[in-house]
């Protein structure tokens, strides 16, 4: 049996088609780049100004990757802003329902419940706290 050597264009075709392939993944992982960061803060993370979120509200800080509610008498909630069905950051938040864009979950602002998949596992709960007119989220220092 003889073995043909591959083409410098199938070569090349072939090259191209995996590194489109690997930028997919790549924006839908958690870490981009191989590195698979944690879904909830390992150390004490200052998210602003603790009114930022203002009573009955909710808001994502996608670069910190938390979600934090506050409910009608001010007390504030918080959740991993990773998705659980494939680990991309959630991008909105209406009518109480975080919702991620990627495959169309939905989790509950409140409690971080799945309210529609494909996720099957609620948003892991972050410790959070108003601190010194700040917001600080993840485990105390």
């Known amino acids: 049996m003889s073995s043909k050597p591959a083409s410098r264009r199938t070569v090349l075709c072939g090259a191209a ?16 780049a191989g590195a698979k960061a944690p879904v909830t803060p390992t150390a004490p993370v200052d998210l602003g100004a603790a009114d930022a979120v203002q009573p009955g509200g909710t808001k ?13 008498d001010g007390a504030y909630t918080a959740f991993s802003a990773v998705c659980t069905h494939a680990g991309c950051v959630v991008d909105a938040v209406e009518d109480g329902k ?6 169309g979950s939905q989790f509950d602002a409140r409690t971080g419940k799945v309210l529609e998949g494909p996720a099957t596992e609620p948003l ?7 601190k010194g007119g700040k917001l600080v989220a993840g485990p105390d220092a």
């Open 17 to 32: 088609l995996a590194g489109a392939a690997g930028l997919g993944v790549a924006a839908c992982s958690a870490g981009g």
């Open 124 to 130: 892991p709960s972050v410790p959070v706290r108003a």
């Open 60 to 72: 994502i800080y996608r670069e910190d990757r938390v979600v934090v509610a506050r409910d009608a």
């Open 98 to 103: 975080i919702s991620c864009s990627c495959h």
